[in-house]
């Protein structure tokens, strides 16, 4: 069984950073792919970055690309979302999820496990 626990939300206003972190457990960290998802009140849930399994590959959706960087630190079983120039559409609960097989994709059913969610609000 896979464990994910997100960190590092909160509020910020527009035009500031955050930085997210989720710390994985249950399974050799490094031979899978890791994505970040959000989603916003009353939106369905989004892709926002994914990571392979050495960091060497990264992908972002085009709402959040130049702004936010993907990382994974592989020791630590630890991924990473730096979110920078935020701006109020980014409110969202941010979600880090891992798929049950190595798969790099950006669609949210690929993906089997799902941490608790963080809050990231942004105020104009």
Known sequence: QVHLV????????AGGSLRLSCAAS???FNRYTMGWFRQAPGKEREFVAVVS?????TSYADSVKGRFTISRDNAKNTVYLQMSSLK?????????????????????N???Y????????VSS
Request: hydrophobic letters at 25%; glycine letters at 18%.
């Open 6 to 13: 997100e960190s590092g939300g909160g509020l910020v206003q």
């Open 26 to 28: 249950g399974r050799t």
């Open 53 to 57: 399994r050495s960091g060497g590959s």
């Open 88 to 108: 109020p559409d980014d409110t969202a609960v941010y979600y880090c999820a891992a798929p049950k097989r190595d798969i790099y994709g950006t669609s949210w």
């Open 110 to 112: 690929l993906y089997e």
């Open 114 to 121: 799902w941490g608790q969610g963080t809050q990231v609000t």
